[in-house]
């Protein structure tokens, strides 16, 4: 006969199986059938019998921040140096800035050498009557309806104003020397205001403002008045002219940097900055941070762009709020932004330590973080669920539950090298020479004029290590200054390795004595390398040096330290320190934009090195031919001379030009990396 199975309710309800793993991206992984074995009653009789059970699918793990209208940004370094766009020349500063304000011109997206227009309402080209055919022209639209944070309308009188200040607030320490050279023209001096006055420097008006306010009035009012022709606003036809002392090609892409950023002329006068008054411009130059940040010109920023600065704690946060009045009602590019920002909370968090925030951003309280060194990838890869490149293109990793989304292969603009100082400065007392004489306790004040000094501090840079233990592989030695890809970079330039033996005989080969007659070799020495506190890959480097350098003689002591980053710039600035090891990124992608930083007169670094006069001259000569000449073969050879100079100088140790990678959480949305912005443009951005 057929059996029958007879059971009771409370012992056929199968419980269901839930699996807690996803594959990639969020994807549920396949339900497992369970075998599970039950008792059962068949006639009467208990009977064991085995029971397929099919679970529920497992749900995708979704990646939601607990408030997508807030973003965390974790940073290490004490943040900007200032707010105002005139003088800052520091990332930290320009990703606060670039989001502050518009500029007439910005990037399209991740592209260098393509522009789409901000508060120009058109690029101007020679075809539509924009662009002069001789190239010394520019003519641009302004756009109307557009509003300061304050409420007050954005002219072009405000966009001629902003390039003018720009201009004669100069200073070799701010970023004006590349409005300069196209509107002024390159006259061979520091591409400071002062050049008009002072062409040959003999006046040493640079950074002089007492100086400065002795000189002729008229010929102070004739520089301003100068300026101005070069930039007129014609507010009733909508329009600003620019006037070039001289074709520059890369003129179109200069005013998309923060230096470009447009600011409101009655705002910025009546916060104690010039007024646009001829007659007293000399008293608003060569302002420093300090000074600026003493008001709100430094530090309470009035932009058009879609964030508006609600509070700015130095050295610990910025919040950043959106601007729910801002102008840009159509994308700038296909696909971009438009209206209010999405997020409209920005936290900008300074964090050195990098245990802290990897911890937050493993606890999901940080959307993004800035890495202080390659060497913090491995960790961070073990929270990385997925790999992107930067078209968007992702995959999953192996770790592909976990939270966080890296984008990888990203081609750097900057470079992080070690400066020589041929003098510092020992007014008031030095500490980072020690001593201040050869007797084993410090260093001389000139320490690194002696060539064979730094050529031995060349050869005992391990740069092997360096790229492997630190960049992670992901680099190359550098042989010039200038960038892969640009005229002049030529791999076949002569390079220092780490060779011990070598810099044990440069060192031996110093000319330095000691007061009793004794070499350099046989006195020994001690000083201190700074680095800015936070960025572990400066650190290491800086170590490296200790380390080799001790090696080939137990008497060379180097002392390692850390500063926050607005000591360790005021230092720079102040010419203080003997060696240091810093970062350079481009601001326009061009050779000029390296060459002139690290060795032009009145460069950015060169300044603070203090280059020989006799050096600085044999460089401009190159920098000056190289910058005019239209021909890309002869540029390239002209540079070739440039890149051999330097080398047999070496003013600074050139370290590896490498690739970059950042970290954030899945459910950022929108980003992409572009290598000229100051960091991240949070109206891009958004959050699930």
Not at 105 to 110: C, I, S
């Amino acid at each position: 006969m057929r059996t029958k199975l007879f059971t009771t309710v409370s012992l056929i309800v199968l419980v269901s199986m839930v699996l807690s793993a996803c594959g990639a991206q969020g994807t549920p992984a396949a339900a497992t059938p369970q075998i599970i074995e039950k008792t059962v009653m068949v006639e009467g009789t208990p009977q064991t019998v085995v029971v397929t059970a099919t679970p529920e699918a497992a749900q995708p793990v979704e990646f939601k921040s607990k408030d997508p209208t807030t973003f965390v940004m974790l940073e290490w370094g004490g943040g900007p140096d200032t707010l105002d766009p005139a003088y800052d020349y520091e990332t930290a500063g320009s990703e606060v800035i670039q989001n502050v304000f518009d500029t007439l011109v910005f990037y399209k997206r991740e592209k260098v050498n393509e522009l789409v227009p901000m508060l120009a309402t058109e690029l101007p080209t020679v075809d539509n009557g924009g662009i002069s055919a001789d190239g010394k022209t520019y003519t641009f639209k302004i756009r109307q309806g557009v509003k300061f944070h304050d409420g007050a309308d954005m002219t072009p009188s405000d966009v001629a104003f902003t390039m003018q200040r720009g201009l004669l607030q100069g200073g070799t320490s701010s970023p004006q020397w590349l409005m300069f050279e196209p509107l002024m023209g390159s006259l061979g001096g520091n591409n400071d205001i002062t050049d008009l006055l002072d062409p040959d420097g003999s006046k040493g008006l640079a950074d002089n403002r007492e100086g400065l306010q002795q000189e002729d009035p008229a010929a102070l009012k004739e520089v301003c008045e100068k300026v101005k022709a070069a930039v007129v606003a014609d507010d009733a036809a909508g329009t600003v002219v620019f006037n070039l002392a001289q074709s520059w090609g890369p003129f179109l892409v200069t005013l998309a940097g923060s230096w470009a950023a447009v600011v409101d002329q009655e705002w910025i006068a009546a916060n104690g900055g010039w007024d646009g008054n001829c007659d007293t411009w000399q008293n608003f130059y060569g302002v420093t941070s300090e000074e600026l940040n003493k008001g709100k010109l430094g530090t309470a920023p009035n932009g058009t762009g879609p964030y508006m600065l609600e509070t700015w704690t130095p050295s610990q946060e910025i919040v950043l709020k959106a601007n729910e009045n801002y102008w840009a009602t159509e994308p700038i590019w296909e696909g971009g932004p438009s209206g209010a920002p999405v997020l409209k909370t920005v936290i900008i968090k300074q964090i050195d330590e990098t245990s802290t925030r990897f911890a937050a951003m493993k606890a999901g309280d940080g959307d993004f973080i800035s890495h202080g060194s390659p060497a913090d990838w491995p960790q961070l890869d073990t929270l990385t669920g997925v790999s992107c490149e930067n078209d968007g293109t992702c995959t999953a990793t192996e770790t592909a539950e976990q939270p966080l989304q890296k984008f990888v292969n990203l081609v750097s603009a900057a470079r992080t090298d070690a400066f020589f100082a041929f003098d510092v400065d020992t007014s008031g007392g030095n500490n980072f020479i020690g001593s201040g004489k050869l007797d084993g306790n410090g260093i001389p004040s000139n320490f690194f004029s002696d060539a064979h000094v730094r050529k031995a501090f060349a050869y005992c840079f391990d740069w092997e290590t360096y790229i492997a233990d630190v960049l992670q592989g992901q680099a190359k030695q550098a042989p010039n200054v200038m960038k892969p890809g640009e005229p002049g970079y030529d791999e076949n330039t002569p390079m220092y390795t780490y060779d011990p033996a070598k810099c044990e005989e440069e060192f031996k080969a110093s000319t330095w004595t000691s007061a009793d007659g004794k070499s350099l070799w046989d006195t020994g020495f001690r000083m201190t390398l700074a680095f800015n506190t936070g960025n572990t890959a400066r650190q290491t480097i800086a170590q490296i040096f200790q380390t080799n350098i001790s090696a080939v003689n137990p008497n060379f002591v180097i002392e390692v330290t850390g500063l926050p980053w607005a000591a360790f710039l005021a230092a720079q600035r102040a010419k203080k320190l003997p060696f240091f090891v810093v970062g350079w990124q481009e601001d326009i992608p061009d050779p000029h934009n390296w060459l002139f930083p690290y060795a032009g007169k009145g460069g950015s670094y060169s300044g603070r090195q203090n280059l020989p006069p006799e050096m600085l001259d044999q460089f401009a000569a190159i920098i000056d031919a190289g910058v005019h000449e239209p021909d890309p073969a002869k540029r390239t050879a002209i540079y070739q001379e440039f890149n051999q100079l330097y080398y047999d100088n070496v003013p600074t140790i050139l370290l590896a030009n490498g690739f970059l990678q950042y970290y954030m959480q899945r459910w950022v949305k929108g980003y992409y990396f572009n290598p000229l912005y100051g960091f991240l443009y949070y109206y891009a951005l958004s959050k699930e």
